[in-house]
Structures are given as structure tokens and as C-alpha cells.
């Protein structure tokens, strides 16, 4: 015994020494072509990963109805997501907001016969948890129950669909819950930033709108009730159920909750497109804090783009692979001016969603560290990335794929948001091979069409005056962000 314990610590530190050694094997392969020979895990070889998509049972209903199914009797539970066209896009600006008080009064304003209070006594019996929540294209809706309970949740859930009762008082509180988080957004630099950035990019379109107290005050029950109607309509539907079921007894309770909901011959309306703004600008947001939150960012693509792959990689060699990232390793690790530093493409569904490079740092080292992120970018543009580096993000974004498809209702939501999204029906099946063939010289030409520091804007929230240095020296106009989140 007393050998163990003599030997035990020694274990531990040889352990720990080979554990940092691999950690730092990814970072070393930037410095060159050539693996590490000193890392325990050099010249080591591994299989490509084999993996094939679980399939998922497509069904349409009579009625337009699309139904996503995939058993799994692991749990006696139930998954079931629903989705729906109808977001932020299509609200007009005196109204902003509106989808999310649609949202929260779908979840809490009852529905047919049932009061606000007997929905909750319901889905609390059933130990079941329900939300509804919108985003700029769709309100959706996530049900998790016992497989027992499956038909009482449809029940419910029927209802709210088709007989929303969006209760008067209910609203009354969800406006007043609303507004009180407006008057709290300020708060957070992170949030002062992002929607100055976003309402720099998109300007007036639904995209870069914030909701006010006077919008969410101009909301009404009728407004609520008739974006119901324009939307909530069986054509419209989208349906996935995962779980512990049988399929035909499904088929026969989606029948009976809402078979008899007649069609509309819904057609998605059309989206206001984005007008690009193409002016490169300095926005700052004074906020008495011992720090600078940085965003950088421009409009980005959609997925529709015949580069979509190709950005992928050359992001994570920018600032999507973490500390296998150019910007994290410079700016964090290399010169210690940050806690973390990132970048990505918000890829748009139906309009191009923005690109955002972000980091946070001391006041008196902004203006540096936004130079360094220039800098950083303008490389990724001017000369090619090394094989080592492109290696590391197509393998890294190649293997985790897989990670997609490890929970039973995720494979089930995911091909349903594909369709619903009209992604091409192979998306997932070439995704792995589009990604392993994305070349050198294809990082440096998307970096180059899609990184364009002569359009990005940049916003600085922190104290102004403590910077090191006068905002202008970056060289683009500067203005400054009011409290209402508009621009000077």
C-alpha cells in the first residue's frame, strides 16, 4: 500500500504532462507543415469516421399537414416539435415585437375552452414541458410528455393551434414583462453592441429592428388574432414526433385532433429583401465599464450560397475553431488581451444573416485589438492558409458532424427544419464530402468575397474616453449610438 501511494503522484504529473502535450499538439500545427514529433500522439493515424444519417419517416397528411416520425422505445417519452411560417419579417415596424407577444400569449393565454390557469394545471399533472417560442421566419413550439399522456398533450396542443384564446389579462402581463426587458437591455454591453451592429447592417428592414416600449404598447389582441389567422393554417404545419409510440396509433390521434382542419392553400408571403449598406462605419456606445466589448461585423450569406462550404472552413481557421482559431490564438494566447475572442456566419434561412467577429479587452487596449482583428482578417485575405490549418477545420467540421445526430428527437427536427427551410434534399448526405473538398486556394477566394473590411462596421461599448486612443484612428467615420439604440 505504502508503494501505491509513493507511486501515485508520479502517475498523476506523467499523465498531466501527456495530457498538455496533446492539447497543444493543434496549435503547433500552425507554426508548420510538419506534425509535432515530440507529442505523444505524433505520427499516430486514425480511420475516417463512418456514419450513416438514421432515416426519419415522412408523412403528409390530407390536409397539408407535414409529419416527421422516428420511434424509439428507449424512454416511455414523446418529443413532439411544431413549426410554422410566421416571424419577425413579417411584422410591421410600428408593430415590432408583435411575433414575441404572440409567442408568449400561444403559451400562457389558454386556448378553446380552456382557461390560462387550466392549460398550466394540465401540462403541471402532466409533468409535461411546453414552450412556444418566434424567431425572424417561424413560431415554434417544443412538447416533451410521457408517453402515456401523449393523447391529453395533443389535446392541448390542438387547441392551441387552432383556437388560440390569447386571454386579455395575460396579455396585459406579458406586455408589461416585455417592456420591463427593454428598459433592462441596456445593461449588458453584449446587448448594446449586437443590436447596434444589427441595426447598422440591415437598417430599417424587420432584420435590424429592436422592439420599443411604443411598438410593444401598439400591439393589440386584435393584431394577435389576426396574425393567427394569417398563418395557423394545417398547409402551414410541420410536425415531428419522436419517442416511445406506434406509428399508426399517431396517425390515428393526429387524425382525430385535427384531420377535420380544413386547408387554406397557404402561401408564404413574400420577405422584404435586405438593402445591403455598404458604408464602413465606427459606431460607440459610452458606457462607464472598466472594458471595451468589440464587435466587428457585415452582412454574410445565405444558405443558398455556392460558397457555403468553403466559408465554413475558412471560418474556423479565422475565429470558429476556438483556440485552433487564428484570432484566439493571437489575440488571447499570443498577447493576452483577451478572455476570448470568436468569429462567425449566422447562415441567413431565406436572407443573408450577418457575419460577427467579437472579442472583449481592457479599454486602454481597444483600438489595438481591433487593429489586430483587421489585421487578422486581412491575412486570411492576402495570403493562403497553411495545409495544416486546413486540415485541422475540415477534419474537425467533418467528425463533428456526427454530433448532430446523437439524440434521437434532434435527427428528427433536423431534416424537418431542412425542409422547412427548402434546403436541397441531399444537403446532409454531401455535406461531409463539399466540406473535405474545400481547397486552399477556395479559403483564400471566399475570404476575399466575403470578409470585406472596406463595408464592416464596428462598434466599441465601453468608457470612451479611456480608450487608447481617439476612435477616428481607425480611420472610418465615427458615430455614436443614442439610448434608444439609433445612430447619430
Known amino acids: ?42 505520427g499516430l493515424s486514425f480511420e475516417p469516421l463512418e456514419f450513416e444519417i438514421p432515416p426519419v419517416d415522412r408523412v403528409d397528411l390530407p390536409n397539408g399537414i ?34 414575441s407577444l404572440f409567442a408568449t400569449l400561444l403559451r400562457t393565454g389558454g386556448a378553446g375552452a380552456l382557461s390560462p390557469m387550466e392549460v398550466d394545471e394540465a401540462l403541471e399533472t402532466m409533468a409535461a414541458n411546453f414552450s412556444v417560442s418566434s424567431d425572424a421566419y417561424a413560431t415554434s413550439f417544443g412538447l416533451s410528455l410521457r408517453s402515456q399522456d401523449l393523447e391529453e398533450g395533443m389535446a ?9 384564446a390569447l386571454d386579455p389579462g395575460r396579455l396585459a402581463l406579458a406586455r408589461k414583462q416585455s417592456i420591463e426587458n427593454i428598459r433592462r437591455q441596456d445593461d449588458q454591453p453584449n446587448s448594446v453592441a449586437s443590436r447596434a451592429l444589427m441595426r447598422a447592417i440591415y437598417g430599417d428592414h424587420p432584420l435590424g429592428r429592436t422592439p420599443t416600449e411604443e411598438t410593444v404598447n401598439a400591439v393589440t389582441r386584435e393584431d ?41 392553400g397557404f402561401v408564404r ?11 464602413a462605419m465606427v459606431l460607440t456606445a459610452p458606457k462607464n465599464i472598466p472594458q471595451t466589448t468589440i464587435l466587428l461585423g457585415d452582412l454574410g450569406i445565405d444558405k443558398d450560397d455556392p460558397d457555403l462550404h468553403a466559408v465554413r472552413v475558412m471560418n474556423y481557421i479565422l475565429g470558429g475553431g476556438s483556440f485552433n482559431s487564428r484570432l484566439m490564438r493571437e489575440i488571447r494566447s499570443n498577447r493576452g488581451l483577451a478572455y476570448s475572442v470568436y468569429s462567425f456566419y449566422q447562415i ?11 472579442t472583449e479587452t481592457k479599454s486602454d487596449s481597444t483600438l489595438f485589438a481591433v487593429n489586430l482583428m483587421r489585421e487578422i482578417i486581412a491575412g486570411m485575405q ?21 454530433f448532430g445526430f446523437t439524440n434521437t ?24 464530402d463539399k466540406v473535405a473538398s474545400v481547397t486552399v486556394e477556395d479559403v483564400q477566394r471566399v475570404a476575399r468575397d466575403h470578409l470585406d473590411l472596406d463595408r464592416a462596421k464596428i462598434v466599441l461599448v465601453g468608457d470612451i474616453p479611456a480608450l487608447d486612443g481617439d476612435p477616428k484612428e481607425l480611420g472610418l467615420p465615427v458615430r455614436q449610438v443614442t439610448e434608444t439604440g439609433e445612430v447619430e
Open 1 to 42: 500500500m505504502r508503494t501505491l501511494l509513493r507511486t501515485r503522484p508520479l502517475l498523476w504529473l506523467l499523465l498531466l504532462v501527456w495530457t498538455i502535450s496533446a492539447l497543444a499538439a493543434p496549435d503547433a500545427a500552425f507554426a508548420s507543415e510538419e506534425p509535432r514529433r515530440s507529442s505523444p500522439i505524433a
Open 156 to 164: 392541448i396542443l390542438s387547441a392551441i393551434l387552432r383556437e388560440p
Open 409 to 432: 428527437h434532434e435527427v428528427v427536427t433536423q431534416q424537418m427544419r431542412l425542409d422547412f427551410y427548402d434546403y436541397p434534399e441531399d444537403f446532409l448526405q454531401t455535406y461531409r
Open 66 to 99: 407535414r409529419l416527421y416520425l422516428r420511434e424509439d422505445q428507449e424512454l416511455p417519452l414523446v418529443e413532439v416539435s411544431v413549426m410554422l411560417e410566421g416571424g419577425a419579417v413579417y411584422v410591421p415596424h410600428d408593430k415590432t415585437g408583435l411575433e
Open 348 to 358: 441567413g434561412r431565406r436572407l443573408p444573416g450577418p457575419f460577427i467577429a467579437g
Open 269 to 279: 408571403p413574400e420577405i422584404p429583401p435586405v438593402e445591403p449598406n455598404r458604408e
Open 382 to 402: 492576402n495570403e493562403p492558409v497553411s495545409r495544416a490549418e486546413l486540415n485541422l477545420a475540415r477534419e474537425s467540421l467533418v467528425n463533428s458532424f456526427i
Open 224 to 264: 394577435l388574432a389576426a396574425f393567427h389567422q394569417r398563418f395557423f393554417h394545417p398547409d402551414n404545419l410541420w410536425i415531428a414526433i419522436s419517442g416511445d409510440f406506434d406509428r399508426q396509433e399517431v396517425l390515428a390521434l393526429l387524425n382525430r385532433h385535427l384531420g377535420d382542419w380544413a386547408p387554406a
